[in-house]
């Protein structure tokens, strides 16, 4: 495996693959980030991983800078997993001037949910996800169902942009007690990691509800918002929307269970958590 740190040298590594799989990562990895490069390895004849703390998607007051670096630990582990190429630039290599030219997602998509409660958070996302799509050309690139919004986002992106670039999802992967696995974990105290899990499990009650043809959707979600913020969680959301567009159902969607999907975000002491559950 090689590190790269300057896009000159990337573009040089790669002119020999036709057809490169690319993982995009911020770092900090955990097994659900090695489990997308393992998808993404037999995708292509290359497989590249990117490490960037992308400055574009946090707002002022969230933890750009306290965000863990671990770019040593990371090599290692993708190096275990056969990773072929870790492109690891600085901040100066992918951004050399202020970043003026920026993706604007439609608004129907990117200023609900996740787009609501973190303004701009999506162009951010689109603005370096095009930008490293053009520097490593993949044919393949890979990300994780946990951020449910962000890759369907990125791969209606691609379509309307008419890249040549096969958008693939991998699944949550979860820890035994069924806590979503998420960089942002590292945060938790002992006490605040034993609570975490609820969130998966009132995610788990919804779609329980739904299944057993539960229509009231406002009932759902409240109770949901009322069961975390009664165990000291700040709920941002608890809501069940479309799987195809994240709009809220119509009363024929929920004929349907299968068309739907429930996503929440919550914050835990100074731990902010998001997760989904497709019904």
Known sequence: MKLIHTIAELRAELARFQSPAFVPTMGNLHDGHLALVQQARPLGDVTVASIFVNRLQFLPHE???????????????????G?????????????????????????????????????GFFTGVC???????HIVQPRHAVFGAKDY?????????????????TIHTGPTLRAPDGLALSSRNGYLSPDERAEAVQLSRTLQSMVALLRAGE?????????????????GWQPDYMTVRRRHDLQP????????????????????????LIDNLEV
């Open 249 to 272: 159902p119509q009363p024929e969607d929920l004929l349907h269970p299968d068309r739907l999907v429930v996503l929440g975000a919550a914050r835990l002491g100074r731990t902010r």
């Open 215 to 231: 229509r009231n959707v406002a009932a759902i979600e409240q109770h949901a918002l009322h069961t975390l913020a009664g165990r």
């Open 83 to 119: 990773c072929d190429l870790v492109f690891a630039p600085s901040e100066q290599e992918l951004y050399p001037q202020p970043q003026g030219y920026k993706v604007q997602p439609p608004a129907e998509l990117a200023d609900i949910l996740e787009g609501h409660f973190r303004p």
């Open 127 to 133: 603005t370096v996800v095009l930008k490293l799509f």
């Open 63 to 81: 933890d750009f800078d306290t965000y863990p670096r671990t770019l040593q630990a990371d090599c290692d582990k993708l190096q275990a997993v």
């Open 149 to 165: 919004q962000q890759q369907m986002i990125i791969r209606r992106m691609v379509e309307q942009l008419a890249l040549p670039i």
